[in-house]
């Protein structure tokens, strides 16, 4: 995510079973829990199972402002379950299954919906949960997190869940270590278009509608998952087989030049930062620039959501860069808790610093030579950028601290080495879930060097470090 600054997910397989009575009754049947144990949002998530797909077949009504969906999950089993849950907040259910059978469930708390199968889910075991559900879903306010969720437009809809918005508009497993592959059928009236994470499959009308399909073929976290309906100017274009979908919303009045140029820039970025961070990690790219009110630009899994009232018609280049890097630094590889996420935050915001170097502007030491120059007092020192809180994600010390940490890192290793780790670091964990610790790890047996100062000077405590 780009927000202002004050400066300047190996598949198991299993088969259903069908075990005798006597031998199941045996077994130790218990619930999931309903919570997937981040601190900062200790009601996201839910354990007990593994989401391997999410099957989204959507129909929305601009003019209603209504929603229908049907969701189909493909989960395994990581205990024997009796229940388990899942996130899905204001919409109205009206039926589940679990493996093609009628299950019993109930609503309780904010969002979560527990459902009960026919019989008990045996460990390993492969299973589809279908949830039919409609209504009219809103967005979800935070007053330090800002806005999330499905967000309505003078012409349509564009939902964005960081970091708790995907329970607004379709039954999920809410955190982000339970990454899932995608698909989305979006039925819309067919003078509109539906826009997606990942490939364009098709579109076909049915009478006034239109039916439009997507396909995410990599693993994502479910706060990466994005659908974008609306009168929208549209360029497809392919190179070297990534596909690239770029979308303005056509109140903006965008000229194909706009658009062609806004491509253009987008693979500009991805073909220097390929050669930086290694191989881009999805089959698709492109942006999407519509009005939302929302203050910010998000890095919507391989298909970026700029905020025309922040990034104006055309994003510039920091804001392309930034949300870019992204596709690797929290959408390839993704801390498994919100406490880690200037894992994301830090790195893309160092990718700019060398964005500027590369265009022989500020060089990245001039860049954090200027960060470092704030008071003892600033905000970018307040607080611990490991684990800042939950209310704090989002603030310039997770950005602009994170780069000066990953600029202190480059100092302390040179060049050669922090480049060379960065590449091995996104390899190693491509399409996985980290934490600090890890990475912290990792640094320093890829390096061969003791970093424990260097981590504990940026990342483990408050205040401004000494140089």
């Known amino acids: 995510m780009t927000v202002p600054r004050l400066l300047a997910a190996t598949t198991l397989t299993a088969s259903l079973v069908l075990v005798p009575v006597s031998a199941d009754a045996a077994v130790d049947y218990r619930p999931g829990s309903a919570?997937?144990?981040d601190p900062y949002f200790p009601k996201m998530g839910n354990g007990g199972y593994d989401v391997r797909h999410y099957g989204l077949r959507l129909e929305y009504a601009p003019a209603a402002k209504h929603l229908t969906g049907t969701?189909?999950?493909?989960?395994?089993?990581?205990?024997?379950?009796?229940?388990?849950?899942?996130?899905?907040?204001?919409?109205?259910?009206?039926?589940?299954?679990?493996?093609?059978?009628?299950?019993?469930?109930?609503?309780s708390g904010f969002q979560e919906l527990t459902v009960t199968p026919a019989k008990g889910l045996r460990l390993g075991e492969r299973f589809t949960v279908t949830v039919r559900y409609s209504g009219h879903p809103d967005k979800i306010a935070d007053q330090p997190l800002g806005t999330s969720g499905w967000i309505t437009t003078s012409d349509g809809a564009v939902a964005l869940n960081q970091p708790f918005g995907a329970a607004s508009w379709f039954?999920?497993?809410?955190?982000?270590?339970?990454?899932?592959?995608?698909?989305?059928?979006?039925?819309?009236?067919?003078?509109?278009?539906?826009?997606?994470?990942?490939?364009?499959?098709?579109?076909?009308?049915?009478?006034?509608?239109?039916?439009?399909?997507?396909?995410?073929?990599?693993?994502?976290s479910s706060e990466l998952s994005m659908?974008?309906?609306?009168?929208?100017?549209?360029?497809?274009?392919?190179?070297?087989?990534?596909?690239?979908?770029?979308?303005?919303?056509?109140?903006?009045a965008a000229s194909k030049k706009q658009l062609q140029t806004y491509d253009k820039k987008t693979r500009t970025v991805l073909k220097w930062q390929s050669k930086l961070f290694g191989p881009y990690p999805f089959t698709s790219t492109g942006g999407i620039v519509d009005k939302l009110d929302?203050?910010?630009?998000?890095?919507?899994?391989?298909?970026?959501?700029?905020?025309?009232?922040?990034?104006?018609?055309?994003?510039?280049?920091?804001?392309?860069?930034?949300?870019?890097?992204?596709?690797?630094?929290?959408?390839?590889?993704?801390?498994?808790?919100?406490?880690?996420?200037?894992?994301?935050?830090?790195?893309?915001?160092?990718?700019?610093?060398l964005w500027s170097?590369?265009?022989?502007?500020?060089?990245?030491?001039?860049?954090?030579?200027?960060?470092?120059?704030?008071?003892?007092?600033?905000?970018?020192?307040?607080?611990?950028?490991?684990?800042?809180?939950?209310?704090?994600?989002?603030?310039?010390l997770v950005y602009q601290r994170g780069a000066m940490t990953v600029h202190a890192l480059r100092k302390e290793l040179g060049d050669d080495v922090f480049f060379r780790l960065v590449?091995?670091?996104?390899?190693?964990?491509?399409?996985?879930?980290?934490?600090?610790?890890?990475?912290?790890?990792?640094?320093?047996?890829?390096?061969?060097?003791q970093l424990d100062a260097l981590f504990k000077k940026w990342v483990y405590t408050a205040g401004k470090p000494q140089l």
Not at 182 to 207: E, H, I, Q
Not at 429 to 439: D, H, I, P
């Open 35 to 37: 919570g997937a144990g």
């Open 71 to 107: 969701a189909t999950i493909t989960a395994i089993a990581l205990q024997n379950l009796s229940r388990f849950n899942l996130d899905l907040h204001g919409l109205t259910v009206q039926s589940v299954r679990v493996g093609g059978k009628a299950a019993k469930w109930k609503r």
């Open 171 to 220: 039954p999920v497993n809410d955190t982000p270590k339970d990454k899932a592959t995608y698909t989305f059928a979006v039925t819309v009236p067919k003078n509109l278009t539906a826009l997606a994470n990942g490939d364009f499959v098709s579109r076909k009308v049915k009478g006034g509608k239109a039916v439009h399909r997507w396909r995410m073929r990599q693993p994502m």
């Open 227 to 252: 659908v974008a309906i609306g009168d929208y100017e549209v360029l497809r274009t392919r190179s070297g087989g990534l596909q690239s979908v770029t979308a303005f919303d056509s109140a903006l």
């Open 294 to 353: 929302v203050g910010y630009s998000l890095e919507t899994q391989a298909r970026p959501v700029h905020d025309w009232n922040t990034s104006g018609q055309n994003p510039p280049d920091d804001l392309v860069v930034h949300e870019l890097a992204h596709q690797w630094f929290g959408d390839s590889v993704t801390p498994a808790k919100w406490r880690d996420i200037w894992l994301n935050e830090g790195f893309a915001t160092y990718t700019e610093w």
């Open 357 to 396: 170097e590369r265009n022989g502007e500020r060089t990245a030491e001039q860049r954090f030579r200027g960060a470092y120059s704030a008071g003892p007092g600033a905000d970018v020192w307040k607080g611990v950028l490991g684990d800042p809180g939950r209310d704090h994600i989002f603030d310039n």
């Open 423 to 449: 590449r091995a670091w996104l390899a190693s964990y491509r399409g996985k879930t980290v934490s600090t610790r890890q990475f912290h790890a990792f640094a320093e047996k890829f390096s061969g060097k």
